[in-house]
């Protein structure tokens, strides 16, 4: 058995908002009818849950809080050299370019809530380009968490830290050989 220690990181809520985010927008991306009053409710809880994490994010548990993870120019090089050289070491929390993600992901489904709350309106319903950048944000969306779960993935077989299971328990399990930033 390899020399291991473990560390709860992720809280309950952080881990029921993660878990419920990709059940909600799932369901609205690829099963309900975007024209459904169903859609329309989905993406409200959506944008709810992204309202209650940007208040987590600053008041929430310490690998909550968006101050525990503010990425740096210095600690973005930091990881891609560790990449590049095939240097294995983890972050209890997110890591510099998961950080990056993350932002991503809120700014981009924020676009996606506003400009679908938008199509619902009087000055709004049938704007072209309303329409438009609602898809276009969904798009990347989707983009970004094929390359989030590509980035879970390969991060977990590089530095031997299983990250899914981590979102699941809560806890991270770190081999000893594996350096913490």
Avoid at 34 to 57: C, D, K, T, V
Avoid at 115 to 138: D, K, P, Q, R, S
Avoid at 154 to 169: C, D, P, Q
Wanted: charged residues 15%; aromatic residues 10%; neutral net charge.
């Amino acid at each position: 058995m390899l020399d291991t220690q473990t560390y709860k990181i992720w809280d309950p809520l952080i881990r029921l908002f993660h878990w419920s985010l990709v059940i909600g927008f799932a369901v609205n991306a690829l099963i309900t009818d975007p024209e459904s009053n169903l859609h329309e409710y989905i993406g409200y809880a959506i944008a709810g849950l992204i309202a209650f994490r940007l208040i987590w994010g600053l008041i929430g548990t310490k690998y909550a809080r968006f101050s525990s993870f503010m990425p740096s120019r210095g600690s973005i090089n930091s990881q891609l050299d560790d990449i590049i050289t095939a240097r294995r070491s983890t972050h209890l929390g997110h890591s510099p370019l998961g950080a990056l993600m993350i932002f991503n992901l809120i700014a981009s489904i924020i676009g996606i809530a506003a400009t679908g709350y938008m199509m619902t309106t009087n000055a709004f319903w049938g704007v072209e380009w309303v329409e438009e950048t609602h898809e276009i944000l969904v798009t990347w969306a989707e983009l970004s968490i094929v390359l989030h779960i590509a980035a879970v993935l390969w991060e977990s077989r590089r530095t031997s830290v299983n990250l899914v299971r981590a979102m699941v328990t809560g806890i991270k399990t770190i081999p000893a050989a594996v350096k913490i930033k």
